[in-house]
């Protein structure tokens, strides 16, 4: 399959009364048409920057995209989304890429009946008519499983549940049939019941639409699920991509196998203890001139500070930013 999405080397900085944050610090992915790519690190990585970056979502100033491209290849053509105007940009979003935000109270307007709010999108997007959007937002209520479609399509968010406020974004994100959805930790603020049910929703969804997905999550036990490569992200940067399988089976960066560490397993004997990773974040604040995970590292050594560690290649569709092989314990030979 040809690639959808090519982002190339995007740096995102804010200059705050503090300091200049370095919040993407070069990051570079590309995203196949009807895959889901998951992006997974802790808070404060960058994951959320880098997809409202690409879409011109962050506040400027402070917020500033020093370098990059993301090539898109949408209904004109293979463009680049940072170099396109703010009316172009409109355009894309909602049209041809859609964004699905982790807390739908505060992405839904709360003085807008549900169906106002669906049928927006499709009259700026699509030229609907008042009538033919109506029924177009009635069945898309219907497509995410949201009992009595009509009856809803007249009610407030306030009287929607979590998890059916949650469906009501993603049927807005859906609504003009885009060409990737990014959906930001769409299952954060639900019950593990509730998670299941959205996840279920999404993979439904993509088999459908034919739709390419960027999952952006913390919880490396929902990606296993969900997609089929992800994208690690540490300080800014991303730090290993691989196919979900071969990341789980075979980790290349201590902060990956950190990240596998804290998940609770089923098979675990009862004397197992998570693993917890030592030391704090990066303060992004200062700019980076070694490797980011060096501070909570146990296996780094003078280079890891001397450098930053490029994405190395290190298996089929595997990359890691690494100088050291977990594997042969021991330095890399690059």
């Known amino acids: ?21 370095n919040a993407v610090n070069g990051v570079s992915f590309d995203l196949e ?17 880098t997809m409202m970056s690409l879409l011109g979502l962050i506040p400027m100033p402070p917020g500033k995209i020093e370098a990059g491209a993301a090539f898109f290849s949408g209904d004109e053509g293979r463009r680049d989304l940072l170099q396109m105007s703010p009316d172009e940009l409109r355009d894309v979003r909602g049209g041809q890429i859609g964004f699905v935000f982790q807390d739908p109270i505060s992405t839904l307007n709360p003085i807008l009946t549900i169906g ?55 049927a807005i994100a859906i609504a003009c049939t885009p060409k990737i959805i990014i959906a930001d930790e769409p299952t954060t603020a639900l019950d593990v019941t509730v998670q299941a049910q959205i996840v279920d929703l999404f993979k439904r969804l993509r088999e459908a639409l034919g739709v390419a997905v960027i999952w952006i999550t913390h919880d490396l036990g929902v990606v296993a699920g969900v997609a089929e490569r992800v994208l690690v992200m540490y300080g800014g940067r991303p730090v290993e991509i691989a196919l979900v399988n071969d990341l789980y089976e075979h980790p290349q960066h201590p902060y990956t196998l950190g990240l596998l560490g804290a998940l609770p397993r089923m098979d675990a004997r009862e004397s197992e203890r998570l693993v917890s990773i030592k030391g704090t974040p990066p303060d992004l604040l200062l700019p980076l001139r070694h490797c980011p995970f060096a501070w909570r590292c146990e296996h780094a ?34």
């Not at 399959?1 to 200049?20: A, Q």
């Open 1 to 21: 399959m040809s690639n959808i999405l090519e982002v190339n080397n995007l740096v995102t900085k804010f200059y705050t009364l503090d300091g200049v944050v």
């Open 33 to 49: 048409e009807g895959e889901t790519l998951a992006i997974v690190g802790e808070s404060g990585s960058g994951k959320s920057v």
């Open 116 to 170: 106002e709010q669906i049928s927006e999108i499709l009259t700026r997007h699509k030229g609907m008519s008042k009538d033919a959007a109506r029924r177009r937002a009635i069945e898309l209520l219907t497509q995410v499983g949201i009992p009595d479609p009509e009856l809803r399509y007249k009610a407030f968010p306030f009287q929607f549940s979590g998890g059916m406020r949650q469906r009501v974004v993603i």
């Open 301 to 334: 050594f003078d280079r890891c500070w001397q450098e930053i560690p490029p994405l190395i290649t290190v298996g089929e569709q595997h990359q890691t930013s690494c100088f050291y092989d977990l594997e042969e314990g021991g330095p890399r030979d690059v």
